[in-house]
Structure formats: C-alpha cells, structure tokens
C-alpha cells in the first residue's frame, strides 16, 4: 500500500550525525564471537554525506522517477542550499544554468524575483507545493525542502504560464520522529539570521512541526539597503504511516526592508551617453559602487499570510485520492527612489554636457507600489497504477479550481529630490511634496480557472513507455479600473473589461530504457498565456497584446534528452538538446481598415548538461551548463533576427562538498553568465543607449564546515573570493544596475537535537 514518504528534516550540516537506527543496525551486525568476550569492541563510524541527489519531483503529477521523466527538471535539495548559507529562491537559483535575474522598472525595481529563464520572462509562474503563487516579492526559503524548475512549456502540468517553464517550491512537513534544529548566522554587512526547525511526534500517527525565521542584515557593498523581517510556519499531520492522511500548515511572513534602487551605470564598461561623447568626454570614471542614490524613507513592506489544508487516501493499493486546498494573501508596499541618469546643464533650451566631472549629479526618480493579491485554490487528484492487455499504467487525474484577485492602487503625494551629487549622493537630502496616500485610482483583476487534467505513463515492457497528458482550462478574467477622481464635484470615470475562453495544453513524451538506471527520450510539450493571464490586467486598445479580443500566445518545446543514474544510483547525469518557440506575442493594426493581426514568433535552442549527487559517499556535487542561441523569427522590422533580451549564450554553475576526516568539510564552487542583451533590436546602438547589455563574469564561493560536537557544528562561507566587480541586475533603460555583492563571509552555528 502506498503511505506517506518521509522526507528527510532539516540537517544541522551537510554532514549529519548517525541516526538511532543506523547507529542500532551497525552493532547488530557485529560479530556474535565478539559479544562472548564479554567487552563489546569500539564501533567507528562514518555517516554518508547527505545526498543532493534527488529521485521524484513531489508533484503526483509527474507519474515517473526523474531518470524516467522525459523532461529536464532541476530539483535543488535542501542540502544544496544549507551547505551554500543560500536563504532566498534568487539564491537558490544560481544553481541552475539559463536563469537570469532583471533589475526590473518602475514598482518592479529592487531584488524581487523577477526571473528569466530559457529567454522569457517567468516571474509569474512560481508554484508552492504544486498551487500558484502570487505576487512578486523576495521569497525567502527558509521554510523549503527543495526547488523545482521545470523547463520548457509546463502548461500541462499548471495551467497557463510562461513558455520556459515554472518553478515549484515544496515546503517542510511534519515527520514521525522527534528532532530539534537550528541556526545562527552572523556576518559581513551586519548580517544577523536565527532558523528554527522543531519536529514533535504527538501520537504514533501524528506529529507537529514549527519552522521559523528572524533576520536583519545588509547587503556587502552596498550602503544603506537593508533586509529585515521574520517568517512563521506551524504544521500539524495526521495519519503518518496510514491509509488516511491529513497535513494543516499555516505561514505568515513579515518583511520591512529599505530597497535598492541601483547604481547609474555611467563609467561601466559599454556605457555610451552621446551628449557626452559630443562634448569629447571620452574617459568617464565610474561611482563607487556602494553609493545609495535613495532616501533614508524609502521602504519595502511585505505581508503575507497562508493557509493549506491536504488530505491524502488510500483507496486501494496502488490508488491514492488527494485533496490539497489553499488560501493564501499577499500585501506589497514599496516607496523607492532610484537614479535614473546624468544631469546636463541647459543652455539656451540646449542640453550641454558638463565637462568638468566634479560637477555631476544623477536625477533621481520616485516610485511607488502598492498591490495585494489573493489566492483561493482547490486541488482533487487521482493516482493509480493498473494493468490493461499486458500494459502497465501509471495514471494521474485530476481538477483544479483556481480562484486570483490582484488589487493595485496608485500612490500620489510621491515627492521630488534634487539630483544626487554623482560621486557622494545624500540620503538625507530633503523630499520635497512627500505626503504618501492613495489617489483614488485603482485596477482590480479577478481570474477564475477550471482546469481539467489527466496523466499517463504506458510501459510496454522493461524498455519502452510513454507519457503523455493533457490539461483543459477554462478561464475568466475580469480587470476593472478606476481613474483618480477629477473635476468639480469630484468623479470618477471607469472602465470594465472581461476575457474569457477555453485553452487546451498537452505534452508527449517516448522514452527507451536501455538499462535500469537510464532512459533516452523525446518530447513535445506545449502551454498558452491568455490575455491578462500574466497580470490581471486587460487593455481596451485593439492592438495592446492584453485586449480581451486576442489570442492567447502559444508556446511549443521539442526536446531530445538522456538520463542516467550511475556509482551505484549516487549520482544523476543528464543531456537535452531542444527547441523553444512562442507565438503570438506581437500585434499590428492595418492602416486603413484598423484590422488587427497577431503575429511575432521568438525561438530558443539549447543544449543542457548537468550532473548531480555524490561520486564517492564523501564526496557531493552539483553542476549545470546551458548553451542557447535565442532569435527572433518574425518580429518588427528592429527585432527580425535579433537575439532575446536577457539570455545568455552560455551559463554555468557549480557546487561541490568533500568530507573530510575528523569532523571537517570543504567545499566551493563557480558561476559564470556569459554577457546578455537587455533590449530585442537590431537598432539599439551605443549612440541611443546607455548600457547595451551586461558583460560575462565569473563568482567563486567556498566554505567549510567542522562538527564541533555530536550536536553542534560551524560552517563559514566565503562569498565572490576574489571581490570581482560584476552587474548582478540591470534595468530595462540600461541607465542603473545593482552591484554583485562584493567579498564576503557568513559564520553558522547550527545545532541539531
């Protein structure tokens, strides 16, 4: 009968100490001639390092190990991130190749999980335990059992979403057992970070268990930006190890941050500015890279509350009934001032360089945000495994019913500063008209989604099967906005749009097995964004990509891939070549009769390599490369054969742990992210653009950990090792970025019980 897995909680260390069982199943198996002396010899033991390697994506919708899944998925354990001192899902993150992260505009300015990967924008396809999440804020991960990035279109698996894939998070549960872990962390930029995992058996069946997190640091070389806030997630099961299980978990997280509005990139490598050059500034030095172009005002605020009830039967052996419900809700604040360029004196209504560098200062901008999204979902799913004819099935149904709401006001009463002096900006310097508070005006997105699903993997005998599965969703989504209110007697004008249609996602997958413990496959997939489907937000304008009367974009992945498990199923090797494509996602309107069309199609192919797990029991790795070549296949006339903004070429990652004797491990690893375009034209030049991209770079880390005692053990990370100056982010305009965080170090006490 198929009961609950347990999955392993949290290790004070990347090198646990020996459980009770393993320690008891060692001494039975002394020799019996030893026991007649009357003395019990010493019994030395070495644990296994805690293994990277993963074997099943939690999704029930995902019918097959990952060796068997036709698919590349990357599935980052926990044991990954305690050993890099990773605390946020942008951190956890760089272990995968193909990601990028976007500096981001306007509300979207600061470090938020504004993702790209494999060439598009996946901010919005972000999953927790398998339901959608909202919102776009820093996630923190001190409550997650692994990552799961699932590349390529996903729209079978949740629905509409991004053409590159989704990323699912899959937070802790209680276990039957009794264990108590923790940490503290202190370090460079004032970090200071306490976890607590606690873990209470309070029956045979039935246990409760506490995650939780309080932090308050900087970011290493950057003045002023501050991250700080406390995070709560108790959960209780029920039926551990029964037919019948039942799991509640709540979380409630709390950030008050001061944000980062970046650095002018003037003075970069690639940075052009025309004026400049026309004036014959041709050597431009570049600020420090710690200024803080903000206000001591500015702020970040995120609550957020959750709540999952899952409910998990055993009908039969081989047949599971699962019923997953969620509410959850986010609140976003922000107030952030950012640099937005070089000031020009102005000469008889002409702008005019200044020449004298001294002189300089930067404009800053006033942004404002204020959104809140609620989320109500239901999840009923069906697993079983039968025979018919000889053929063996693994099959997954199910229904969702997926209630959004997103709710936007504007802030006025913003305030204005006077340009920051370029080379010693003052946070201090005075806000002019600040008077925050709500306009009146307001955007309301409501989305309703019915989707229907089923899965299936067929074995025809020990070397091939195939899986395939198909998703229909029917969605509505209604976006009413309001304008502030204007004239006398003040009124207020709105508008009400709504969209609604059906879309249907599939995927295909054959797989030949020419060994147990590997697989050679080929896949088809594909997904649909509706209008308003990435935002809540529709559009009235005939030609705007979100205008109810439009069809959704549409997005097809072709892959060709082989996994294998090898050194005795410790460590997992895969390869993938594939071919991306989205459709759809331009408009234009006919001049004379004003017809609309859709057109525009963006294609992506890759090769991926990665390799995960352990070599040796004492040895651990973790290691991907991504090569793509991105283009633009129909466009407008400045795209038609341009690469996609912010794809890199080229993209590694590496991590790797060696326990030594005695206690103590050693570890390191290296990125590198080839340079990236941010604008999709082949007529941006130097001479209109301040920075045209990001330039390649590599970051090293290491760290090393000792096992003070059975319970308690330190752990030092070394971050950027060689202090390379890099740009972590950078904006839409090119005109600020945010540094990588220079030379820097974390020590952890953790402790486990």
């Given at each position: 009968?198929?009961?609950?897995?347990?999955?392993?909680?949290?290790?004070?260390?990347?090198?646990?100490?020996?459980?009770?069982?393993?320690?008891?199943?060692?001494?039975?198996?002394?020799?019996?001639?030893?026991?007649?002396?009357?003395?019990?010899?010493?019994?030395?033991?070495?644990?296994?390092?805690?293994?990277?390697?993963?074997?099943?994506?939690?999704?029930?919708?995902?019918?097959?190990?990952?060796?068997?899944?036709?698919?590349?998925?990357?599935?980052?354990?926990?044991?990954?991130?305690?050993?890099?001192?990773?605390?946020?899902?942008?951190?956890?993150?760089?272990?995968?190749?193909?990601?990028?992260?976007?500096?981001?505009?306007?509300?979207?300015?600061?470090?938020?999980?504004?993702?790209?990967?494999?060439?598009?924008?996946?901010?919005?396809?972000?999953?927790?335990?398998?339901?959608?999440?909202?919102?776009?804020?820093?996630?923190?991960?001190?409550?997650?059992?692994?990552?799961?990035?699932?590349?390529?279109?996903?729209?079978?698996?949740?629905?509409?979403?991004?053409?590159?894939?989704?990323?699912?998070?899959?937070?802790?549960?209680?276990?039957?057992?009794?264990?108590?872990?923790?940490?503290?962390?202190?370090?460079?930029?004032?970090?200071?970070?306490?976890?607590?995992?606690?873990?209470?058996?309070?029956?045979?069946?039935?246990?409760?268990?506490?995650?939780?997190?309080?932090?308050?640091?900087?970011?290493?070389?950057?003045?002023?930006?501050?991250?700080?806030?406390?995070?709560?997630?108790?959960?209780?099961?029920?039926?551990?190890?029964?037919?019948?299980?039942?799991?509640?978990?709540?979380?409630?997280?709390?950030?008050?941050?001061?944000?980062?509005?970046?650095?002018?990139?003037?003075?970069?490598?690639?940075?052009?500015?025309?004026?400049?050059?026309?004036?014959?500034?041709?050597?431009?030095?570049?600020?420090?890279?710690?200024?803080?172009?903000?206000?001591?005002?500015?702020?970040?605020?995120?609550?957020?509350?959750?709540?999952?009830?899952?409910?998990?039967?055993?009908?039969?052996?081989?047949?599971?009934?699962?019923?997953?419900?969620?509410?959850?809700?986010?609140?976003?604040?922000?107030?952030?001032?950012?640099?937005?360029?070089?000031?020009?004196?102005?000469?008889?209504?002409?702008?005019?360089?200044?020449?004298?560098?001294?002189?300089?200062?930067?404009?800053?901008?006033?942004?404002?945000?204020?959104?809140?999204?609620?989320?109500?979902?239901?999840?009923?799913?069906?697993?079983?495994?039968?025979?018919?004819?000889?053929?063996?099935?693994?099959?997954?149904?199910?229904?969702?019913?997926?209630?959004?709401?997103?709710?936007?006001?504007?802030?006025?009463?913003?305030?204005?500063?006077?340009?920051?002096?370029?080379?010693?900006?003052?946070?201090?310097?005075?806000?002019?008209?600040?008077?925050?508070?709500?306009?009146?005006?307001?955007?309301?997105?409501?989305?309703?989604?019915?989707?229907?699903?089923?899965?299936?993997?067929?074995?025809?005998?020990?070397?091939?099967?195939?899986?395939?599965?198909?998703?229909?969703?029917?969605?509505?989504?209604?976006?009413?906005?309001?304008?502030?209110?204007a004239g006398t007697p003040p009124t207020q004008t709105g508008t009400a749009l709504t969209a609604s249609d059906s879309i249907l996602s599939g995927k295909i997958g054959v797989v030949y097995k020419p060994a147990a413990n590997g697989s050679i496959y080929a896949a088809y997939a594909t997904s649909q964004q509706p209008p308003g489907g990435s935002n809540f937000t529709l559009n009235a304008t005939a030609n705007n990509i979100n205008n109810p009367n439009l069809e959704p974009q549409?997005?097809?992945?072709?892959?060709?891939?082989?996994?294998?498990?090898?050194?005795?199923?410790?460590?997992?090797?895969?390869?993938?070549?594939?071919?991306?494509?989205?459709?759809?996602?331009?408009?234009?309107?006919?001049?004379?009769?004003?017809?609309?069309?859709?057109?525009?199609?963006?294609?992506?192919?890759?090769?991926?390599?990665?390799?995960?797990?352990?070599?040796?029991?004492?040895?651990?790795?973790?290691?991907?490369?991504?090569?793509?070549?991105?283009?633009?296949?129909?466009?407008?006339?400045?795209?038609?054969?341009?690469?996609?903004?912010?794809?890199?070429?080229?993209?590694?990652?590496?991590?790797?742990?060696?326990?030594?004797?005695?206690?103590?491990?050693?570890?390191?690893?290296?990125?590198?992210?080839?340079?990236?375009?941010?604008s999709v034209s082949n007529t941006a030049t130097a001479a209109t653009t301040n920075m045209l991209g990001v330039p390649s770079y590599w970051v090293v880390d290491a760290m090393v950990s000792y096992e003070v005692t059975r319970n308690v053990s330190l752990q030092l990370n070394l971050y950027n090792l060689t202090d390379k100056f890099y740009i972590a982010n950078l904006n839409n305009n090119g005109n600020r970025y945010t540094p990588g965080a220079t030379r820097s170090a974390l020590?952890?006490?953790?402790?486990?019980?």
């Amino acid at each position: 009968m198929a009961y609950i897995k347990s999955r392993k909680h949290a290790a004070a260390r990347s090198v646990p100490p020996l459980t009770a069982t393993a320690a008891a199943l060692l001494v039975l198996s002394a020799p019996v001639s030893a026991q007649t002396s009357g003395t019990l010899p010493e019994v030395h033991v070495e644990s296994a390092a805690e293994s990277y390697k993963p074997t099943q994506a939690s999704s029930p919708k995902f019918t097959q190990p990952l060796v068997d899944t036709p698919q590349t998925i990357t599935v980052i354990k926990k044991e990954v991130l305690q050993d890099q001192g990773a605390t946020t899902l942008a951190e956890a993150l760089r272990n995968t190749p193909g990601v990028t992260m976007l500096l981001g505009e306007g509300g979207n300015s600061n470090q938020k999980d504004n993702i790209f990967l494999r060439g598009f924008d996946t901010s919005g396809s972000i999953f927790i335990d398998g339901t959608r999440d909202l919102g776009n804020f820093p996630r923190d991960i001190y409550n997650t059992e692994q990552v799961e990035v699932i590349k390529g279109p996903s729209g079978s698996d949740y629905g509409r979403g991004s053409p590159s894939g989704t990323i699912n998070l899959t937070t802790k549960v209680p276990l039957a057992e009794n264990f108590v872990g923790g940490s503290v962390t202190l370090g460079t930029a004032d970090t200071k970070r306490a976890t607590l995992d606690l873990n209470r058996k309070l029956g045979e069946t039935s246990a409760f268990r506490l995650n939780a997190m309080a932090q308050d640091k900087g970011t290493a070389g950057r003045d002023e930006v501050k991250t700080k806030g406390w995070g709560v997630a108790p959960s209780l099961a029920f039926g551990i190890g029964t037919a019948t299980r039942t799991t509640l978990s709540y979380e409630h997280v709390d950030q008050d941050n001061r944000p980062d509005g970046g650095v002018p990139t003037v003075g970069l490598p690639g940075y052009y500015n025309a004026a400049l050059a026309n004036a014959g500034v041709t050597s431009i030095p570049r600020p420090d890279r710690d200024n803080f172009y903000g206000a001591y005002s500015d702020f970040e605020k995120v609550e957020g509350d959750s709540l999952t009830g899952r409910i998990e039967h055993d009908l039969a052996p081989g047949m599971t009934l699962r019923n997953t419900t969620r509410a959850a809700k986010v609140r976003h604040q922000l107030m952030l001032t950012a640099p937005t360029g070089v000031v020009s004196d102005t000469v008889g209504g002409v702008a005019v360089a200044r020449l004298n560098p001294a002189t300089w200062t930067a404009t800053r901008s006033r942004q404002s945000k204020w959104q809140e999204n609620t989320l109500f979902t239901n999840q009923t799913n069906l697993t079983s495994e039968f025979k018919t004819g000889g053929l063996a099935h693994s099959l997954s149904t199910g229904v969702e019913l997926i209630y959004e709401k997103q709710l936007t006001k504007t802030l006025g009463g913003v305030g204005t500063m006077a340009p920051a002096n370029l080379w010693a900006p003052n946070p201090a310097d005075p806000i002019t008209g600040y008077a925050l508070a709500p306009t009146g005006a307001q955007s309301k997105g409501d989305s309703f989604t019915v989707g229907l699903y089923a899965f299936d993997t067929i074995k025809f005998n020990d070397q091939w099967q195939v899986t395939g599965g198909l998703r229909w969703d029917k969605y509505r989504v209604d976006n009413d906005t309001l304008a502030a209110p204007a004239g006398t007697p003040p009124t207020q004008t709105g508008t009400a749009l709504t969209a609604s249609d059906s879309i249907l996602s599939g995927k295909i997958g054959v797989v030949y097995k020419p060994a147990a413990n590997g697989s050679i496959y080929a896949a088809y997939a594909t997904s649909q964004q509706p209008p308003g489907g990435s935002n809540f937000t529709l559009n009235a304008t005939a030609n705007n990509i979100n205008n109810p009367n439009l069809e959704p974009q549409k997005a097809t992945n072709v892959e060709l891939g082989t996994k294998w498990d090898v050194l005795d199923n410790r460590l997992a090797l895969t390869a993938a070549v594939y071919r991306s494509e989205n459709k759809n996602d331009l408009t234009q309107a006919d001049a004379v009769t004003g017809e609309v069309t859709q057109y525009g199609k963006k294609r992506v192919t890759g090769l991926e390599l990665g390799l995960v797990g352990a070599i040796t029991p004492a040895w651990a790795v973790s290691a991907g490369l991504a090569k793509m070549k991105t283009d633009v296949q129909q466009g407008t006339a400045a795209q038609n054969g341009a690469s996609l903004n912010w794809s890199p070429e080229l993209s590694f990652t590496a991590w790797t742990t060696y326990r030594l004797p005695f206690g103590v491990t050693i570890g390191g690893g290296a990125r590198y992210l080839d340079s990236v375009v941010r604008s999709v034209s082949n007529t941006a030049t130097a001479a209109t653009t301040n920075m045209l991209g990001v330039p390649s770079y590599w970051v090293v880390d290491a760290m090393v950990s000792y096992e003070v005692t059975r319970n308690v053990s330190l752990q030092l990370n070394l971050y950027n090792l060689t202090d390379k100056f890099y740009i972590a982010n950078l904006n839409n305009n090119g005109n600020r970025y945010t540094p990588g965080a220079t030379r820097s170090a974390l020590l952890t006490a953790n402790v486990k019980f």
